[in-house]
């Protein structure tokens, strides 16, 4: 059984940083990690997500330039630095593990999720 706890949530103002984390237990490091956030009345969004070996990154346009994410497979810690957020960022972000790519249907391993609140 695979388990992702996300972390590293909170309010922040616009042109904030914050960093999430999300803790792997059963991890498989042959896995993608990807991050994904839902606002209310939303779909869900892919963000970001990083390849088995920490290498390979991808990013959301509406991301690019302020997201960076990263993974740790000595540690089974990913993470995701979030630098300018604006008040669109404002959501729940989840990580999650499965296929490569931003789509969330190809995801099969979710953890809880952490908000993030952009305001001043």
């Known amino acids: 059984q695979l388990l992702l706890v996300e972390s590293g949530g909170g309010l922040v103002q616009p042109g904030g940083s914050l960093r999430l984390s999300c803790a792997a237990s059963?991890?498989?490091?042959?896995?993608?990690i990807g991050w994904f956030r839902q606002a209310p009345g939303k779909e869900r969004e892919g963000v970001s997500c990083?390849?088995?070996?920490?290498?390979?990154?991808r990013y959301a346009d509406s991301v690019k330039g302020r997201f960076t994410a990263s993974r740790d497979n000595a540690k089974n810690m990913v993470y995701l630095q979030m630098n300018s957020l604006k008040p669109e960022d404002t959501a729940t972000y989840y990580c999650?593990?499965?296929?490569?790519?931003?789509?969330?249907?190809?995801?099969?391993?979710w953890g809880q999720g952490t908000q993030v609140t952009v305001s001043s």
């Open positions: 990083v390849g088995s070996s920490g290498r390979i990154t």
């Open positions: 999650a593990a499965g296929i490569y790519g931003l789509d969330y249907r190809t995801y099969n391993y």
């Open positions: 059963g991890f498989t490091k042959d896995l993608t």
